[in-house]
């Protein structure tokens, strides 16, 4: 008899290794609305799982042992009885906390995306091409013409914000920190310049390139990042606060003592503004329709890390290495 393979949370603990176990338990049944999903690439969100295996995600309760992990794609093994519009052999995509690490999930039918193909690149669109979308549509408000500023670039997220903002006719300055990850951002074309923080210091390259001219701050590095993004902000400028990758990977948050954040900003009239996907659900339709037109007629390139990781035990290594900053493109696990 086949069984369910999952990565849970049985413990919190800031070390995924102790926090998590491998189980196994039966494959879930189906209910009349419900939907049986093999999951065959699921995509990694280290950041967040980290706060969620730490029980610091304010919005979540987790009861142990607590299956996590957002996405997945994969194909449809079972319908229930009152599913019309899925077929078994489908393939889709499904978003939803507390699915994804496990070899099969039972899902509501109102939640699966058909795909054409459960591939690593629907998978990162949906939902992180996503986010990238909804971050600049509604929290950056970017113009055409305007100038962006983007942390981690070249990261599963920061790949997508660079290219949709050069087809808004942005200038975007992208900021990342190896040489692999400058290469990828070479590739996508999209970049007027290309910094590597290990190089170049950030907070200096901007202060003389564009001081008082970053319309658009758009960082997911926090610290040093957020306060050198802060500091050149134009007039009107906005300042999107879509990770806080330094905070949450030290654990604590730094303490600050400085003038409050208003200092900078208010005669500029400019702003911070942070973005949180699952607030714009009822939008989630729409970017996924743009994204993946996009993807199919070739204006929009989906970078997956080459790293292989397979199976759910590699869940753990994924994880860490995104944590270590390795991650180029959207780092994946093929199940
Ligand atoms: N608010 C939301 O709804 C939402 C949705 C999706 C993602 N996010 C956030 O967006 C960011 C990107 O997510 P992703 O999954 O696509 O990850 P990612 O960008 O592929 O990986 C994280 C990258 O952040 C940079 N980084 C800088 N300092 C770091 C540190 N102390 N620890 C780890 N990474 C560090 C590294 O890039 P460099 O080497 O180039 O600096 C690293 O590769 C994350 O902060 C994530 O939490 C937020």
């Not at 489908?90 to 099969?104: H, L, N």
């Not at 629907?122 to 992180?128: A, G, H, K, V």
């Not at 990238?132 to 942390?151: D, H, R, T």
């Not at 701050?217 to 050149?232: C, E």
């Amino acid at each position: 008899m086949p069984k369910n393979k999952q990565l849970v949370i049985s413990s919190f603990s800031n070390d995924i290794r102790e926090a998590t176990t491998v189980m196994e338990t039966d494959i879930p049944h189906i209910n009349a609305d419900q939907i049986l999903v093999k999951n065959k690439y699921v995509g990694i969100n280290a950041l967040y799982d980290r706060e969620l295996y730490r029980g610091r995600v304010p919005y979540i309760k987790v009861t142990f042992p607590y299956v996590f992990g957002v996405e997945a794609v994969g194909e449809v093994m079972a319908i229930g009885k009152n599913i019309k519009n899925v077929s078994v052999g489908d393939s889709v995509s499904t978003v939803k906390v507390g699915t994804a690490y496990q070899e099969y999930q039972a899902i509501d039918a109102a939640e699966i995306i058909k795909i054409p193909e459960a591939t690593p690149e629907y998978l990162t669109i949906n939902p992180t091409g996503v986010s990238a979308y909804l971050a600049l549509q509604n929290v950056a408000e970017l113009k055409a013409g305007e100038i962006i500023v983007v942390s981690a670039a070249a990261g599963g997220l920061g790949h997508i914000v660079v290219q949709l903002a050069k087809q808004k006719g942005c200038h975007v300055v992208a900021i990342c920190g190896t040489e692999q990850k400058e290469a990828l951002l070479t590739s996508l074309n999209c970049c007027n310049q290309i910094i590597n923080h290990r190089k170049t210091d950030v907070d200096s390259f901007l202060s003389t390139e564009y001081a008082n001219k970053i319309d658009v701050g758009f960082d997911s590095v926090g610290r040093h990042m957020f306060d050198a993004f802060l500091k050149n902000l134009a007039p009107l400028g906005r300042l999107v606060v879509s990770g806080l990758a330094t905070e949450i990977n030290e654990g604590v948050f730094q303490k600050v003592t400085g003038p409050r954040v208003y200092e900078r900003i208010y005669w500029k009239g400019a702003s911070v503004r942070c973005f949180m996907n699952h607030l714009y659900k009822d939008q989630h339709p729409e970017a996924r329709e743009v994204l993946f037109s996009e993807y199919r007629e070739g204006n929009l390139q989906v970078k997956v890390d080459p790293t292989p990781f397979r199976g759910i035990e590699a869940i753990t290594e994924a994880s860490e290495y995104l944590l270590a900053g390795k991650s180029c493109g959207k780092v994946v696990v093929t199940l």
